[in-house]
């Protein structure tokens, strides 16, 4: 499949999976449209096309012009320059690599990754939390995001591809949506006992189940094998990294018990453990590469010739 087009068609399964719905996000992609057309001198020089139409800023690619053909991918959680010299290396030893897959954003996908933290709004708005909250307790966080990343050195692994030729692309909030979505199906919407009894069903996912058996296995950090969950959800699943504490509370007035994590941030621990809620971290590699699989059963039904590579720690699960 041509790079671009493979690209694309990753934009178009992580609308069909993302909260918002395909209308609404097209809506605002026509509103951006329409804004840049009206752009002139500096601001019109420095618009990014790409928003109107991909809507995950974290989401790109990084290098290559888009005419590649690709069919042996290689796909990674973290890619950062060793990881780029790993593939070189991988090539140079006989290894057919077409481009790779950068799950956590790097390059212009890092340094726009608050922009796509909007979608946490939606994500909230789900469960009852009223937008007009979640937007004034978003936009603080999301201006730290912004003023953090902008300070770091944000193009190396991109420089590091384009020496050495290797076609390369951020998928980020697409499969965090597929992972989202996946979680709040087959165990949010589920009724468990208890803590114990999710924590058992999130073990019968083989991402979860290798990953604990390496040691990494989805654990309590708030309530106790023995809690009652109440109201279960995934907010900690997509929307580009880890929201404002106040979220927490808000979710918990929302009458929200349990919340399942990737990766929970001390600060909303101590929220969860003030107001009761239960939280559950699962490993945050093991649902990333969740998302990342749901994402390469899509293409692979798709293009049958795709294959893939496993490097830094994403794990290949084929599923039905
Ligand atoms: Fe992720
Ligand atoms: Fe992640």
Request: a neutral charge; charged letters at 30%; one cysteine or more.
């Amino acid at each position: 499949m041509k790079f671009s087009k493979l690209f694309q068609r990753c934009v178009d399964i992580g609308i069909d999976a993302d909260v918002r719905g395909r209308k609404q996000i097209e809506k605002t992609l026509k509103k951006e449209e329409k804004r840049q057309a009206k752009l002139e001198g500096k601001e019109k020089e420095f618009a990014d096309n790409e928003r109107t139409w991909n809507p995950y800023s974290d989401c790109r690619i990084i290098n290559g012009n888009g005419n590649e053909e690709i069919k042996r991918l290689v796909v990674g959680i973290d890619i950062e320059t060793p990881e780029m010299l790993l593939i070189d290396r991988l090539r140079a030893k006989g290894e057919k690599i077409d481009g790779v897959l950068i799950h956590h954003p790097e390059g212009r996908a890092l340094a726009d990754l608050d922009k796509v933290m909007d979608l946490q709004v939606d994500v909230l708005a789900s469960l009852g939390v009223p937008v007009n909250h979640s937007e004034a307790h978003l936009r603080p966080r999301q201006d730290r995001v912004w003023r953090s990343i902008h300070a770091d050195n944000l193009f190396r692994t991109e420089r590091a591809a384009e020496l050495l030729g290797i076609p390369a692309f951020c998928c980020h909030t697409i499969t965090d949506n597929l992972v989202w979505r996946f979680i709040e199906k087959t165990i949010c919407k589920k009724e468990f006992d208890d803590l114990g009894e999710i924590l058992n069903a999130l073990l019968e996912i083989p991402e979860y189940k290798e990953y604990a058996r390496k040691g990494n296995p989805p654990i309590i950090v708030n309530g106790s094998r023995n809690s009652r969950p109440g109201k279960i959800t995934a907010t900690e699943f997509t929307g580009g990294t880890n929201g404002p504490e106040d979220q927490l509370i808000a979710q918990s007035h929302a009458g929200v018990g349990t919340i399942l994590s990737m990766h929970v941030t001390e600060k909303t621990l101590d929220e969860a453990k003030k107001h009761h809620v239960n939280m559950v971290q699962c490993s945050h590699m093991a649902s990333d590469a969740l998302g990342i699989n749901l994402l390469l059963d899509i293409l692979g039904k798709e293009e049958k010739q795709l294959s893939t590579v496993d490097i830094s720690g994403f794990i290949r699960v084929k599923r039905k």
